[in-house]
């Protein structure tokens, strides 16, 4: 299997980051990270093996990039505006400087959005937010607004409500969402969500779900036995669903 580490320093975060890029060819798969992750975690749970037969014979590339969840979402030390504003300046690496990356290594104009727990949230969030870059995505064991408190997981906004909170939150912006243009770049997406039924975030999904059918947005919902929210799961899941 083919494998590259790329490092640079990041205008939009102001420091290095760090990514691997498995595969030679193929739809790119942006593959994020779980809560609090790093770059190489997808390929130490072995969950990279799992895709290896689909990496090596050119069916996708796999891009696992890095997460700054500790400065944004998980930084309790700074007020939740600064929070979501890091995230933002997150946000904007992947757009700015991650997808015109794979763009330069990878011809293809297939581009699947992907991640497990938090790394599932910023997997569907970008999607939906820029539904128009991707053909495809999967969010796996995620949470879908991390403004609510579910069980063990506290509110990572700290009961702060903004905008741009709002058009963060895919379970707040998503049901409000009128626009046709919008609604048509949806629809254009594959969306595939998978949970556990014992997953504390299992709510969350039926929330997401709910509003994409009442949107009449196309999305397959599946439901795994027990929590399913390990990578022993998430080896088997993403053999399915990427």
């Given at each position: 299997?083919?494998?590259t580490?790329h490092?640079w320093y990041?205008?939009n975060?102001?420091?290095?980051?760090e990514?691997?890029?498995?595969?030679h060819?193929?739809?790119?798969?942006l593959?994020?990270?779980?809560r609090?992750?790093?770059?190489y975690?997808?390929?130490?749970w072995n969950?990279v093996d799992?895709?290896?037969?689909?990496?090596?014979?050119?069916?996708?590339q796999?891009y696992?990039?890095?997460?700054?969840d500790?400065?944004?979402?998980?930084?309790n030390?700074?007020?939740?505006v600064?929070?979501?504003?890091?995230?933002?300046?997150?946000?904007k690496?992947?757009?700015?400087?991650v997808?015109?990356?794979a763009n330069k290594m990878?011809?293809?104009?297939?581009l699947?959005?992907?991640?497990?727990?938090l790394g599932?949230y910023?997997?569907v969030?970008?999607?939906?937010?820029?539904p128009?870059?991707?053909?495809?995505?999967?969010?796996?064991?995620g949470r879908y607004?991390?403004?609510?408190?579910?069980?063990c997981?506290?509110?990572?906004?700290?009961g702060?409500q903004?905008?741009?909170?709002y058009?963060?939150?895919p379970?707040?912006y998503l049901?409000?969402l009128i626009?046709?243009?919008?609604?048509y770049e949806l629809?254009?997406?594959?969306?595939i969500?998978?949970i556990?039924?014992?997953d504390?975030?299992?709510a969350?999904?039926?929330l997401?779900?709910?509003?994409?059918?009442?949107k009449e947005?196309?999305?397959?919902?599946?439901?795994?036995d027990?929590?399913?929210?390990?990578?022993?799961?998430?080896?088997?899941?993403?053999?399915?669903?990427i």
């Amino acid at each position: 299997m083919k494998r590259t580490y790329h490092k640079w320093y990041s205008p939009n975060l102001e420091k290095e980051m760090e990514l691997l890029v498995f595969g030679h060819g193929g739809t790119k798969v942006l593959f994020f990270p779980p809560r609090m992750g790093r770059f190489y975690d997808y390929e130490n749970w072995n969950i990279v093996d799992s895709l290896s037969t689909k990496i090596n014979q050119g069916y996708i590339q796999l891009y696992c990039v890095d997460s700054i969840d500790v400065e944004s979402f998980y930084n309790n030390f700074i007020h939740p505006v600064c929070r979501i504003y890091r995230h933002a300046q997150y946000e904007k690496y992947i757009i700015r400087e991650v997808v015109p990356l794979a763009n330069k290594m990878n011809p293809s104009s297939h581009l699947i959005s992907a991640g497990c727990s938090l790394g599932a949230y910023h997997a569907v969030n970008i999607a939906l937010r820029y539904p128009y870059l991707f053909c495809k995505v999967v969010g796996m064991s995620g949470r879908y607004d991390l403004t609510k408190n579910n069980g063990c997981f506290q509110d990572l906004l700290s009961g702060y409500q903004d905008s741009e909170v709002y058009f963060n939150m895919p379970n707040q912006y998503l049901k409000n969402l009128i626009c046709p243009r919008i609604i048509y770049e949806l629809n254009r997406l594959d969306i595939i969500l998978a949970i556990g039924k014992e997953d504390v975030f299992l709510a969350s999904n039926f929330l997401l779900s709910g509003t994409l059918r009442r949107k009449e947005i196309s999305h397959n919902l599946f439901i795994w036995d027990e929590e399913a929210h390990k990578a022993k799961y998430w080896r088997k899941m993403v053999e399915i669903y990427i």
